[in-house]
């Protein structure tokens, strides 16, 4: 079986800067995509940036400009290097990946404040 570990979340003030990891262990033969999402209270999951094979990327427009998505394939992770953190950045983010089916990580939560 496939399994997610995210690290990296924690507490930050605003405008500060934080990276995630995700790595992924166990019988992998390929990753289509990995991707980071996440989910404030009361709010519904949403896409923060995914990132292909071929490293394709895509943004949320919330994160746009902020935040730098990236992999390394030969390790099977994938990082998302958060800039200029917003309190609306507050939420558990989540590492997913796309195995033919999807898998996700247990969540690692973000704080922003001061």
């Known amino acids: 079986q496939v399994q997610l570990v995210e690290s990296g979340g924690g507490l930050v003030q605003p405008g500060g800067s934080l990276r995630l990891s995700c790595a992924a262990s166990?019988?992998?033969?390929?990753?289509?995509?990995m991707g980071w999402y996440r989910q404030a209270p009361g709010k519904q999951r949403e896409l923060v940036a995914t990132?292909?094979?071929?490293?394709?990327?895509n943004y949320g427009d919330s994160v746009k400009g902020r935040f730098t998505i990236s992999r390394d394939n030969a390790k099977n992770t994938v990082y998302l290097q958060m800039n200029s953190l917003k309190p609306d950045d507050t939420a558990v983010y989540y590492c997913?990946?796309?195995?033919?089916?999807?898998?996700w990580g247990q969540g690692t939560q973000v704080t922003v404040s001061s």
């Open positions: 990132i292909t094979e071929d490293s394709s990327t």
């Open positions: 997913n990946a796309d195995i033919s089916v999807p898998v």
């Open positions: 166990g019988s992998i033969f390929r990753i289509y995509s």
